[in-house]
């Protein structure tokens, strides 16, 4: 390979590290045509971009990155596949359906600005909430609240009135 090619690729790695805010290095290998394929499909309904890169070149890419990734260096072995995503629990969860198999196994991950190594990590990552389940949970809880104090009332209005209705039919 030219230097100018890898030269554009490392450029081309670190825009990506800058434009997605998580990545997952996995283990593809094992992996039959047919099969690499349907995750190629998934990913891509999922909004993951998935690529294939050498290490080295991920390794440079790294280097020049603002990030600190050096406890990921170590996991820059054998085949590497780099899953970019803006949801960080997306990747894992669709890890999770192939871990029946063994294949793809996770290498490390870089999720909320926290970095996760080893294919024992990917029950963490599954568990991790996406911004907008945060937020769903947020909202949950500040309504609560309001819904016990609406729900009071309708209880004590129907109090009352189940109350003046035994009053008025009561004979004097």
Known sequence: ????????????????L???????????????AEKTSDL?????????????????LLHKAFEASDIDFTPMYETLKGNTAIMF???ANVPAKLLKEYTKEGIPALKAAYA???????????GELAALKSKNELIADVVA????????VVSALQSGANTIHG????????PE
């Open 1 to 16: 390979m030219k230097k100018e090619l890898k030269d554009t690729i490392i450029v081309e790695l670190g825009q990506k």
């Open 18 to 32: 800058k434009e997605y805010p998580h990545f997952y290095l996995v283990d593809l290998t094992g992996l039959n």
């Open 40 to 56: 190629r499909r998934k990913c891509f309904k999922s909004e993951i971009k998935l690529m294939v890169v050498k290490n080295t």
């Open 85 to 87: 995503t803006n949801t």
């Open 112 to 122: 909320e600005e926290s970095f996760f190594v080893g294919a024992d990590k990917l």
């Open 141 to 148: 809880l500040l309504q609560s609240p309001a819904k016990n």
């Open 163 to 170: 109350v003046l209705k035994t009053l008025g039919e009561r």
